[in-house]
């Protein structure tokens, strides 16, 4: 066992980086997994992994930091006009709108499903609900945010290998 | 080509290749989109801003087999993009937005659209796309091999649900079939060759017969119109009910279009051109034909009195209209006018037999003048004057100029090649002196037909009534080729319809040989583009020259009514214009 000490640790390099690797990306696949389970992301986000090929290797990545650095202009929007007095919900049900579609390119299901809320109490008149339901899509938006950030950062370590692939 | 219709000569595999382009103001899903689309093979452009889409589409006409765009969209509403791109370009469009109410998607299949997908879209949905704009192509075949007289016709349709109606309107001047043809071989009439005979033949809506559409239409009177009255009114023998309905149908619609926008829009400058001021946007010149009102003209909307539709319409058709229309390679020489036939075609013709016709019509116009000058180097006729529309404020501002070089009070041949060339924009102006008048003449043919492009209602030949209101330019639907180019070409004198120009262009050639001159012009650049009223008006309505029905004093409101000397018109040959 000995004998070849080099050898062996040659191979027992390879072999824990292998396993590194393998690990890697079981720890990958568990934590999109995760957030597939617990409503974070829908279907759109493994049709963006999809996408991902060798002209576009961190496509998904690419996508998600636009849709985060684009959809922040329209927050600050809705922030401004949630502060006119009285509330002009047709204007706030707009930008919604806009918000929205832009959060389902990237699959983004907890915080679709604030946007739809608050647009519900847009067309209800109701400030209150539009106010609190705002709040919660920004939580939702923010926590989003920090957890495909791990991701991508697991995904990166675990190498090029990992594709698109569905969750059970 | 291995697929007939489309194939790009860059692949061969069908339907890769196929060009689409996309239209959506979020960047995310544009990104997105795009690499969908490139993952099947397609050839892919990226616009965030309809009005760029527009310009980009009326550069290159045929650049393009298929539009994606969204619903909503900052600088302009997606289906007023959707509308125009079927009626100026004809291409398919396909819907997308986030929002699925059976209301929305209604309004998009109503205005034309031949798909409706809802976001998030799958790369299957996109896979598909081809189909759409291999139907069409089947169906223009099919249209096409019902005009054998007139090569290369591009037949429009508004959708493609419409086609087996036999909506047709004949439009593409020859020549830019043969580009197409040229250059995709998208157009390549020999590809048509499966033309299926259990369809029945499209019909050209030219501006003739979309005149004597409107025509019944007002003599019933709109609310109690159906089309067997309407048929049985017009008299045109081969003409069928289902024909007339489908007709009857857009025309509606951009009736209603056109009614939407006038209450919207107060002001003149409403045009919702977002990039052309309203008042130099000289954009179309789609005069609204005040006179339309008055001489019973079909209470379509036509007339947009406050130009707004032309905008709409002008604006991006203008856009791509004066594109066309500059590819005119006389077009310099052209705008002096003052060599007189700055056409090299229209000097085959006798330039001055549109002269005289068009005498009465110059007085209203003072733009006309203006119009003359720079339209015609902008517009070639041969092309679907599309695209300059944009550009048009600063074609508005070389009209102007060109305006006051035109000498306008010499030579009536001057004013007459002006004329034609002008005709787009037939504006009420005032200032508009005789001379510049008569060259208006020819112009209201164009304005018309811009009007008409603009709105398939206006077929009416958009009334010119944007005499007093510079920024109005009728834009005539562009369904009724015929009326547009009798009536409306309301030309601002800034927003000229450069489409226009390219109708004058056409129409001066047409008429101004006198009808067998026509002949010619019209195998090469026949912008038949009646539907999308710019050119196409024009083109369609030079061929079709029964000028006495353009020239129809109802179409002058303001515009004297000597304007439209009909029998002056007799010259031109009828028979240019096969329907």
């Not at chain 1, 922030?79 to 806009?98: A, G, S, V, Y």
């Not at chain 2, 209301?103 to 896979?127: F, N, T, W």
């Not at chain 2, 069409?136 to 099919?142: I, N």
Request: glycine letters at 4%.
């Amino acid at each position: 066992m000995h004998s070849n000490s080099f050898h062996c640790s040659l191979s027992l390099s390879l072999y824990s980086s292998t396993m590194d690797r393998a690990h890697s990306r079981r720890h990958v696949a568990s934590m999109k997994q995760s957030l597939f389970d617990q409503g974070y992301l829908d279907e759109q986000f493994i049709q963006l992994e999809e996408l991902q090929d060798e002209a576009n290797p961190n496509f998904v990545e690419e996508i998600v930091t636009l849709y985060y650095r684009d959809s922040s202009r329209l927050i600050s929007n809705l922030e401004n006009t949630l502060e006119r007095k009285p509330l002009d919900f047709n204007k706030l049900d707009t930008i919604m709108h806009q918000f929205k579609g832009s959060s389902s390119s990237i699959g983004a299901k907890k915080v679709k499903a604030e946007c739809t809320l608050f647009r519900e109490y847009c067309s209800a008149g109701n400030a209150e609900g539009c106010r609190r339901s705002f709040q919660q899509m920004k939580k939702e938006y923010a926590a989003l945010r920090k957890k495909l950030e791990t991701y991508f950062h697991l995904a990166r370590q675990a190498g090029p290998l990992e594709t698109a692939f569905r969750p059970k | 080509m291995d697929n007939g219709c489309f194939s790009s000569p860059r692949h061969d595999a069908f339907p890769a290749g196929l060009r689409v382009l996309v239209v959506d103001d979020d960047p995310t899903w544009l990104r997105i989109l795009e690499k969908m689309l490139k993952k099947c093979l397609y050839e892919v452009t990226t616009c965030c801003l309809a009005t760029e889409a527009l310009k980009k589409l009326r550069e290159r006409k045929d650049a393009y087999d298929i539009v994606i765009s969204d619903v909503n969209m900052p600088d302009m509403d997606g289906f007023n993009l959707l509308e125009q791109v079927g009626l100026e370009m004809d291409l398919p469009v396909i819907m997308m937005s986030v929002d699925g109410e059976t209301s929305r998607v209604m309004k998009g299949v109503q205005h034309g659209a031949c798909d409706y997908l809802l976001k998030p879209i799958r790369m299957k949905e996109l896979r598909n796309i081809w189909q759409h704009v291999f139907r069409k192509r089947m169906h223009e075949a099919r249209d096409f091999e019902s005009l054998e007289a007139f090569e290369g016709i591009h037949l429009m349709r508004t959708g493609p649900d419409q086609a087996d109606e036999g909506n047709l309107f004949a439009v593409e001047e020859m020549t830019s079939m043969k580009k197409r043809k040229d250059a995709d071989n998208k157009h390549d009439d020999k590809e048509f060759g499966d033309h299926s005979p259990t369809k029945k033949a499209r019909v050209v809506w030219s501006v003739d017969l979309h005149q004597k559409f409107v025509k019944a239409v007002n003599q019933i009177g709109f609310d109690k119109v159906g089309p067997k009255k309407i048929l049985d009114l017009m008299n045109v023998p081969w003409l069928t009910r289902e024909n007339v309905a489908s007709h009857l149908q857009k025309y509606r619609l951009y009736l209603s279009r056109l009614q939407k926008e006038n209450d919207q829009k107060s002001s003149p400058s409403g045009i919702k051109h977002s990039d052309s001021p309203s008042k130099d946007s000289g954009c179309f010149s789609f005069l609204n034909i005040a006179n339309k009102q008055q001489n019973d003209v079909a209470n379509d909307t036509f007339s947009y009195s406050d130009g707004t539709l032309l905008l709409q319409m002008d604006a991006t058709s203008h856009e791509g209209d004066l594109k066309d229309i500059v590819s005119e390679p006389t077009t310099e020489k052209r705008r002096a006018s003052t060599s007189g036939i700055p056409e090299p075609k229209m000097q085959k013709g006798s330039q001055m037999s549109l002269n005289q016709p068009f005498t009465p019509v110059v007085s209203s116009e003072a733009n006309h003048a203006v119009f003359d000058c720079t339209i015609p180097t902008q517009y070639s006729w041969s092309e679907f004057p599309k695209g300059a529309l944009k550009e048009e404020q600063k074609t508005l501002v070389q009209i102007e100029d060109s305006f006051s070089q035109l000498p306008l009070h010499d030579t009536q041949n001057h004013i007459q090649v002006n004329q034609s060339q002008s005709m787009a924009s037939i504006n009420s102006n005032p200032h508009i002196t005789e001379e510049v008048a008569a060259s208006l003449e020819t112009k209201p043919l164009y304005a018309g037909y811009k009007s008409d492009y603009v709105s398939p209602v206006s077929s009416k030949g958009s009334a010119v009534e944007a005499f007093p209101n510079q920024s109005k330019n009728l834009v005539v639907s562009d369904q009724p080729s015929e009326p547009i180019f009798t009536s409306n070409l309301g030309l601002k004198t800034q927003g000229f319809n450069l489409d226009y120009i390219s109708d004058l262009d056409f129409y001066q050639r047409y008429l101004l040989l006198s009808g067998e001159a026509a002949s010619e012009p019209l195998e090469e650049d026949l912008n038949f583009f009646l539907l999308h009223g710019e050119c196409h008006n024009m083109n369609f309505g030079l061929q079709n020259i029964d000028m006495s029905e353009y020239y129809d004093p109802r179409l002058t409101g303001e515009v004297p009514s000597h304007f439209y000397d009909s029998a002056d018109y007799s010259s031109v040959d009828q028979s240019l214009f096969i329907v």
